[in-house]
């Protein structure tokens, strides 16, 4: 068919209409396996609010940058000719690993946001919205620049937020670069959705996305029911879902993100090379952008005033993140994995993978329930309850699970030493994912591995942040 009789045989909205279905099915075809159908949107809602006019609720901008990883063993790598990719020997101190990200430059003043240009972090800052109230109607805007990548000045990539598994009533703020629009360096863009489906999703950027996605331009947003501030199902007024019972009752909430970073490809970008994709291997596999036992060092200071749709760490005069007291290394992986809860309470695991390898996380002694899959209640068509109780997770990229667990009784038995609080393992038990695919008892780091910590009831003060 000729462009010509293309155009004149389909007006716009059998267009609209045809690739429309088809372009959510790419969006999810690759890696992703996690899609949602288009669905009418009321008219009355139509006119809630201009996009463009509104200021954002949150501005982030996509750089490169380095963050730290176990420096021991080294990494030699065979494909490319015997090099050592891990450390990278042209890392600024403390730092060894060379990644593209985000950065949440909310609030920040133009200087200071063009100064955080190579100071990308790793995850990318976790965010969460409102679900649409159709009778109070306001859009959720995320604004994004492009900082450029200091490392590499012959690149000229655009960044995008491709917000996985969200219902977009067009593909323009889909984020897929060839559907809709990407942000080039010195560009400005605001992404305008209304999240109609609460629950736990990823975003990341969709430029060359093996890549930008391996490069660390990933993270985990979620979308509050509207069922929130109900106490009459449970006591909290917090839930994961419009359950319209309280099953999805909570009092804590942590994100529980999956990632990996191959040394190969990341040496091989900030020196100029091409990696070998088929040759890809999970050299180290992170859970909140670190791995242990780092996960368990605290968070940056947060700004917890401005923290109204987003983890928001402190910031230097220069518009710099504030490192972790005594933890300069971990500048850029501001987000602990840290889990602590007091006995009793529910507590709410948002799960999420977007490395390239099948993840099965685990919590050795507490049974989870599953109560939500990819951002979908765990409930028939009819009403029947589909939740199941689980000890292991098992999801691949693209994929997320909501899990609640009730942390048991206190007992400061074995293995708690008078701490404090009994210690239960939250980890990947695919092994080669837990130990970073060291040699048995090679090194002292492992991998995907982190900690429930559960006090005497009363002892923590109720949460007002997720993962704090
Ligand atoms: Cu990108």
Redesign the pocket.
């Given at each position: 068919m000729t462009k010509r009789s293309l155009g004149q045989s389909l007006s716009r909205r059998r267009f609209l209409r045809a690739i429309g279905g088809s372009t959510v099915a790419a969006a999810g075809m690759g890696m992703l396996p996690f899609r949602k159908l288009l669905g009418p949107v009321a008219m009355s809602e139509a006119n809630a609010q201009t996009p463009g006019t509104a200021a954002p609720d949150l501005f982030f901008a996509?750089t490169d940058g380095w963050i730290f990883l176990p420096p021991e063993p080294a990494i030699v790598s065979a494909s490319l000719g015997g090099v050592t990719t891990h450390p990278d020997d042209l890392a600024p101190e403390p730092f060894n690993t060379y990644i593209?990200g985000f950065r949440n430059v909310t609030g920040l003043d133009p200087t200071q946001i063009a100064n955080q240009k190579n100071k990308a972090q790793h995850n990318a800052p976790l965010f969460w919205a409102d679900q649409f109230d159709p009778a109070n109607p306001k859009n959720f805007i995320v604004q994004l620049t492009n900082l450029g990548l200091a490392q590499r000045p012959d690149l000229f990539?655009?960044?995008?937020i491709h917000w996985h598994g969200f219902r977009n009533v067009i593909t323009f703020f889909d984020g897929e670069p060839t559907g809709s629009v990407a942000v080039m360096t010195g560009r400005i863009f605001q992404y305008v959705y209304r999240p109609r489906d609460p629950g736990t999703y990823m975003f990341h950027?969709h430029?060359?996305d093996t890549e930008?996605v391996h490069m660390g331009?990933t993270g985990l947003v979620f979308v509050r029911p509207l069922q929130n501030g109900n106490t009459t199902f449970y006591s909290s007024g917090k839930y994961a879902y419009n359950d319209g019972d309280g099953s999805t009752g909570y009092d804590r909430e942590f994100a529980v993100f999956c990632s990996e970073v191959w040394g190969d490809s990341h040496w091989a970008d900030s020196h100029i090379q091409l990696p070998e994709w088929s040759d890809y291997r999970a050299d180290f596999s992170l859970l909140n952008g670190r791995v242990w036992p780092d996960t368990l060092a605290p968070n940056a200071p947060i700004n917890a005033a401005a923290s109204t749709h987003s983890l928001i760490f402190q910031t230097d005069t220069n518009g710099d993140l504030v490192p972790l007291d005594g933890r300069p290394e971990l500048q850029y992986q501001p987000l602990s994995a840290l889990v602590t809860c007091n006995a009793g309470e529910r507590v709410l695991l948002r799960f999420a993978n977007l490395g390239f390898k099948e993840s099965a996380m685990t919590l050795a002694g507490i049974k989870m329930r599953v109560i939500g899959k990819d951002a979908t209640p765990m409930k028939g068509r009819d009403g029947t309850n589909t939740s199941y109780a689980a000890n292991t997770l098992t999801f691949g990229a693209g994929e997320s699970f909501d899990a609640i667990f009730t942390a048991p009784a206190f007992t400061g038995g074995s293995g708690s030493s008078g701490q404090g609080y009994d210690t239960y393992m939250l980890y990947d038990r695919a092994y080669e994912r837990s130990n970073n695919r060291a040699a048995n008892g090679a090194i002292p780091y492992g991998g995907r591995r982190t900690e429930v910590r559960v006090y005497p009831a009363g002892t923590l003060s109720l949460q007002t942040l997720p993962n704090t």
């Open positions: 996509g593209f990539d655009a960044h995008t950027c430029v060359e930008h331009m």
